[in-house]
Each structure stands twice: as C-alpha cells, then as structure tokens.
C-alpha cells in the first residue's frame, strides 16, 4: 500500500489507513499503574478481598489493565458512602445540582477524544463510532439533565428523589450507558452506585475520576467494577432503594426475582429483536444505508440493533441485491482505523455465541451469506451476515444474536409485516421505510416498540425516552418519562403499612338480633356478560357485624383466562377517540349518580354508613376526573438535535389485570380501573376481598352506560389464588396489585418469567378519599406506555 500510487488510490478508490493516536489514553492508564480500584467516597478504594480481573482489548487479546473484583463488602462501602451522601446532596439547590451536571458535560467534552479511544480500546467498537456517537450523546445527556435538575422543582412538583440508587450496566455503549443512568438519578436529586460491566469498565472509571475533577461531594457517584456477582450483591442491599439495569433478558429475570420482597423501585432496558421493515415504495438505496446503521452499528452489538429485516415481497430479489453489493464494501478491521465500519466482538464468549447461534440457523436449514472480506488474522472478529430463508419461528429470527447478523424475511401486506414484527417476545425498537407517510404511520402505531424510527434508524437523544414493551423490560430513559423512574410522590413516604384488615368474607356467629337482609348473588362478569364460575363453589360475604350479606363467585384459573380472551377482544377501545372514552366515562358518572343511594345502602352493610356516601359521592368525581383526564393527558412533539421529530405518544399497554385493595370496595376499584380505562387499556379486575359483592353494582353500572363489553371484567375471588394467575398469564401486559405487603410480593415475584410490568401499592395504606394519593398524573404515568416515533423531515 505504501508505495501505491496517487493515480492508482483515483482508480481502486481504495482506503489508506487512517489510525487513532492512542497515545493520551495509554499515558492515562500508565497514570495509574494499569491498574484500577473501587471508587467509594470520592476515593479509590482498593478491593477488600483484594481480587483483580483483568480486562482486555478485544481486536489483539492484548491485557490493558487490572480491575478491582467487587465484592459484598465493597457494594456495602459504596451503599453506605450514597447514603452518607445523600443529604447533602438534597440539602444542595437545584441549581447547584444543575451546575454540577453541566461541569459534568463541560468535562466530557474536554477529555472528548481520551474517552473515545478508551473506549474503543476496552470495548473493540470503531472510533469513529465512540468519537461521533457515544462520547457527544453522552455529553448530551449531561447537559440535558442538568436542565431537568435545574427545573425540577416547578416540573416534578411532590416529587421527591427515590434515594440511593444501584445502577448495573452492559459492555455495548459503556459510557453512554453510565450517562442514561448517572444524569438522571443526579438531576432527580439520587445518590448512585454503578457496577459497569466487567468486559468494558475503563470510561466509569474515567468518569468516576472526572466526578472527583469537578469537585462533585464524595459519595454521590461511586463505582464498583467486578462481574455478575458484584452485580447482584448490589440488587441484593437492603439499603438500595432503586435498581436501574440495562442487560440481557435473563439477568433481568433473575432481578425482578430477587427484588420482589423489597421496596426497591426497577427499571429494566433488556434485550430485543428488532424489526427493520421496507415496505416496496421505500427509497431502497437510503433503505440499505440504515441497515448499516441498524445491524451493523457497534458490531450488532446494539439492543435495539434492526436484526430482523422484513422486506416487501416484491422487492425483496433487489433489496437482497444492493444489501449484498453494500455488504462487500464493509471494512472490518481494526477498531482504532478511522475507515473501519465493523470492529472486534467484545470478548472470545461473545463471538462463540454468535457463532454457535448461526450454526444453528444454518442447521435449521436458513441461507447463510457472508461477503468475502479479509479479517484481520489477530482479534475478535465476525463478518456482515446475512440470512435469507429464515422461518419466523426459527433461531435467528427469535433469538437475540448480539452480532453482525442480519435475518431477512419476506411479507406480502402491510398487515402481515405488522404480524411478523410483533412476533417475538421483545418489544424493543423497530424501523419503517416508506414514502407513504400514511403506510409508516399507520405501522408505526401498530408495532409494539418503544421506539419506532420511520425511514430512519438507531437515532437516540437525551429528550426522547427510550425502553421496551414485553420482555425488553419497563421503563423509559431520557425525556421526562426517564426522570420519572428516578423519582416518587412524596407523600408516598408518609404512608404507613396496610395493616390486616379483617376480611369478612370468612364464617362467624351472626347475630341474633341482624335485621333479616336479601341474600345477594353476583356473578363474575366477562366479555360484557354476566357468567357463572368455572368451579361452582361461591364466596359468602359478610357484614361487619357478621351478618351474610350474599355470595360472590369463587373465580379460578380458568374465568380468569376467559376474561382475558375477552379483554384481548376488546382491543379496539386502545383506538377508541379520547372523546369516546371521555364520554363512556361521563355517561357512568351520570348514570351513578342515579343510583348512589341504593349502590351506598348496599356498601353500608359492608364498610358502614359514612364511608359508603363517601365512596359513592368520591366515585362519582373519580369519574367525571378520568373522563377528564381521557382527553388530556397527551404525549409530547421533541425536537431532537437532527433534521427530525420525535412524536412521543401516550399509548395504552394491552391488558391490565388489577386486584383492588380491600379497605374502599367501590372507590380503590373505580381508583385503579379508571385511570387504565381511560388510557385505552383493557381491564381484568378482581374486586376488594372485603367487600366482593360490589361487584354486582359495578357491572350493572358499566352495562348500562355504553362500556364496551370485554374493556371491563370483573373476577371475584380470592387473591392470594388469582394473583398467581394473573401474574403468570403472558397475555396480561401489566399487573396493579393493591394489597399487603406479601401479596404484592408474589405479584411481582411471579410476573419474572414474563417480565410484565407489575405496579404495586408495596403494602402501604394509599387514602383512596385524597384526590392528591388516589387520583391523577401518577396512576395515569403507570397506565400508559410511552412511545417514540421519529419522523424525518426536509430533502
Ligand atoms: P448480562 O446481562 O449478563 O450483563 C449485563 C450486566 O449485568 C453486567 O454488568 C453484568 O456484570 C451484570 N450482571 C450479570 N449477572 C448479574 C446478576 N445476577 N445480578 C446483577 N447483575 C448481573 O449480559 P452479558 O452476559 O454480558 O451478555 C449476554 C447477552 O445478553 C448478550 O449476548 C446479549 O444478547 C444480551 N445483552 C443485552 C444488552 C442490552 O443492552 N439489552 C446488553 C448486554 C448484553
């Protein structure tokens, strides 16, 4: 190459080398001897047990430093080193804290090209990857949040911080993903401690230390590196109130478990398959470029990488053709050249299971093409893969690869793209090429992602959430959905453990002197009918004073399931207009209002005079405040730094199940049911334990003011029994559960496998009478899910 020519480089169009200077990055890590410890307290703390790990560069296997192996002690050092830092972190102004994380931007910008190179170094992604996307967006993010800190008051008003925060983070965008967690647990006014990845820890280190340059108190940032076990003894701290986890699916299973029985609030970024689709009137050439950008972006190693690429029958022959033509052109080789578009795979594991995944794909009999590009001999390499052939249900097309892989399939009409990019179990990102604005959209809407990027891809910016739907986990990063997660009611704080109420479902001695009543049977109510209990066996309901008040269905596995087959049937309320909903609910104001008195005559046997006209004359508000809501609670247009919006719209989650809280049959029902009703979602809600007859009211109310059959089903019954069920049903897309501090254990232990997003009242006392505890922003934040759609714009 050397000696080739001016004239020959015009003809071959070739690419000389155009390497990185790693000079400033190494003579950092000599700085400090190759070697890292904790940083707990503002200080580097060597490991208490002394263990190093070693990490390395993944495009030679070349070792580039010693890093502290955490163990339980050191997560208890920096645990106790957060808390002691937290009230003067919160005793600090907004302001102040709002300085800080500009210091912070202001910082990585200046050591800018130092973090880029270390970053490629640890990680084996190009520079010109680290240097124009990961270091600029995660300066970005600092600057965004300080915004957010800076006007946190006047914008989270009753907000305040969760606490001391544990934050676990993956090897794929190490630093930017330490920037996705630290700024907004910082703005929110949260102490954190961050475990990174143990492939990829150098850029946290180098981030701790420019915490410490910018004179941030000690404790407010402290990072423990060490592997999984470091990881999990920081899930495990009882002194934690907060994990934010961004990994694979199955680590975050295994932390929805282990944080079922605390208090800790959780956020999980996991894991995707996300659809690429190009429709036939798509601008295929730019359609080829953002496959570039959407599975061959940091080696694939991307969650939201565009890995399954679903192609319009009709031009899928010459799609296939120019993917393949642009595939061969690729430049996989050294990280730190500035003309590589595909580095190293992170570390020897990661490449075997790349591997092993497309000898499976290959065994379950897809085409397998790889152009023929030179590897580098030495290093961690994979080459651009694409497979065609790909049966949905197979391998390639479910699992989450982690790599350059690509695996194409073919749809006929938009619906059945729609059908294919929904069929996994993820629900992460996904990308829409068309020139028909009306088609994009109208797909868009209809994929179950977080983040929909139209004729666009991989596009992200501090001001537009990001987060899954399904088993890509809950919980949204960036935007003011993402500060949320760093946030809680204050009240909440003051709330004091729901106590054993007595449920009065159970046999006691009636009194001699009860007055004779009419024995009540209701009957569970599904699909807009009232039905009879799969197992023939009733509840009896009692008076406070013991007196029988009637019976309830004992509802079991099966009307549960019944009852989401019809909540699933009636999904059409989701794209009901706003104005529907409003008016349903107004018209049930209406028509209880017609009949308070009677409704609270019955709820007087069970919870007393006064508090059934209360609950009557609250219902009735919390109805009218729903249908309010309905129309109101609008998404947002962000206008991110590129030539594009980002629609970021309110949209429901599916399927709700809901178990009532036992103290306010009438009202805690309405409370929960309303605000999901009135998000578009449809609901399977198992009545208060106390009080299960109220179901019969309720039903005949919904029958008659135009609530669509299938939006509410009401299932009474016990609990304890159907919390499991609902829990465990892979069709219910989220779960409230309002009871005592055991039962909303289980509802979340359970609801690990399929990762559903699970609300509870963490066995507090919530006063249902109190529109600022039992109404509002913060129940309507849990019934919807944010999704981004980013729309291009200009030539
Ligand atoms: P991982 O989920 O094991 O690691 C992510 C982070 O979690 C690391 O910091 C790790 O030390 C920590 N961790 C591991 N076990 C833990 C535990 N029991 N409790 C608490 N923390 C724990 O991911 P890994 O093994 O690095 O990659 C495996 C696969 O996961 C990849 O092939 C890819 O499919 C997926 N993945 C997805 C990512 C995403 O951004 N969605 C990121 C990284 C991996």
Known sequence: ????????????????????????????????????????????????????????????????????????????????????????????????????????????????????????????????????????????????????????????????????????????????????????????????????????????????????????????????????????ALVA?????????????????????????????????????????????????????????????????????????????????????????????????????????????????????????????????ASCWQPDLPLPAKGLYYPPTLFTNVHPTSVVAQTEIFGPVLAAMTFRIPAEAVELANNTAYGLAASVWSESVNVALQVAAQIKAGVVWVNSTNLFDAACGFGGYRESGFGREGGREGMREYLEPAWLRKTRPLRALAVRNQRRSQRADAAPLIDRTVKLYIGGKQV???????????????????????????????????????????????????????????????????????????VGSKQAADEVRLGIERLFAYAAWADKYEGAVHSPPFRNISVAMNEAIGTAGVICPAEAPLLGFLSLVLPLVAAGNSVIAVPSASYPLVAGDLYQLFDTSDVPGGVINIVTGRPTELVKVLAEHDDVDALWCYGEEELCAEAKRLSAGNLKQVWTNEGRRINFSSALEGEGRWYLDHAFQVKNIWVPYGE
Not at 239 to 246: G, M, P, Q, R, Y
Not at 340 to 355: C, H, K, S, W
Not at 565 to 575: M, P
Not at 595 to 604: I, M, T, W, Y
């Open 1 to 232: 190459m050397a000696n080739t020519s001016v004239a020959e480089k015009f003809r071959s169009m070739e690419y000389g080398a155009a390497p990185e200077d790693p000079a400033n990055s190494l003579k950092w890590l000599e700085e400090h001897r190759r070697s890292f410890s904790h940083f707990i307290g503002g200080k580097w703390k060597p490991p208490a047990k002394g263990r190093y790990f070693e990490t390395a560069d993944p495009s030679t296997g070349e070792k580039i430093a010693d890093i502290a192996q955490g163990s339980a002690a050191d997560v208890n050092a920096a645990v106790k080193a957060a808390r002691a830092a937290l009230p003067r972190w919160q005793g600090l102004t907004p302001h102040m804290r709002a300085r800080f994380l500009y210091a912070l931007a202001r910082q990585v910008q200046k050591h800018s090209r130092r973090l880029a190179v270390l970053e490629t170094l640890d990680n084996g992604k190009p520079i010109r990857e680290s240097r124009d996307i990961d270091i600029p967006l995660v300066a970005r993010h600092f600057y965004y949040h300080a915004g957010w800190a800076q006007l946190l008051e006047r914008e989270f008003p009753g907000d305040t911080a969760c606490g001391v925060v544990g934050q676990i983070i993956p090897w794929n965008f190490p630093l930017l993903m330490v920037a996705w967690k630290v700024a907004p647990a910082l703005a929110a006014g949260n102490t954190v401690v961050l475990k990174p990845a143990e492939f990829t820890p150098l850029t946290a280190l180098a981030f701790a230390e420019l915490c410490d340059e910018v004179g941030l108190p000690p404790g407010v940032v402290n990072v423990v590196t060490g592997d999984g076990t470091t990881g999990a």
């Open 532 to 606: 009879r209990p799969d197992s023939g066996y009733s509840l009896e309901c009692r008076s406070r004073t013991g007196v029988l008040l009637g019976q309830a269905p004992l509802g079991n596995r099966k009307d549960i399931r019944n009852a989401v087959e019809a909540a699933r049937r009636a999904g059409q309320w989701s794209v009901a207009t706003t104005h529907q909903r409003a008016q349903v609910l107004y018209y049930a104001a209406e028509n209880l209002t017609q009949r308070g008195q009677e409704v609270a005559a019955r709820l007087a046997l069970a």
């Open 237 to 365: 701290h009882p002194d934690v109130d907060k994990i934010a986890f961004t990994g694979s699916t199955e680590v975050g299973r295994a932390i929805r478990r282990a944080t079922a029985e605390s208090h800790k609030k959780l956020s999980l970024e996991l894991g995707g398959k996300s659809p690429f689709v190009v429709f036939e009137d798509a601008d295929l050439d730019s359609a080829v470029e953002g496959l570039v950008d959407g599975i061959w972006l940091n080696q694939g190693q991307v969650c939201c990488a565009g890995s399954r690429l679903l192609m319009q029958e009709s031009i899928a022959a010459s799609l296939t053709k120019k993917l393949q033509a642009r595939m061969s052109a690729l430049r996989v080789g050294a990280p730190l050249d500035k003309t590589t578009d595909i580095g190293a795979i992170v570390a020897p594991v990661q490449l075997e299971r790349i591997t092993g995944l497309v000898a499976q794909g290959v065994a379950e009999g």
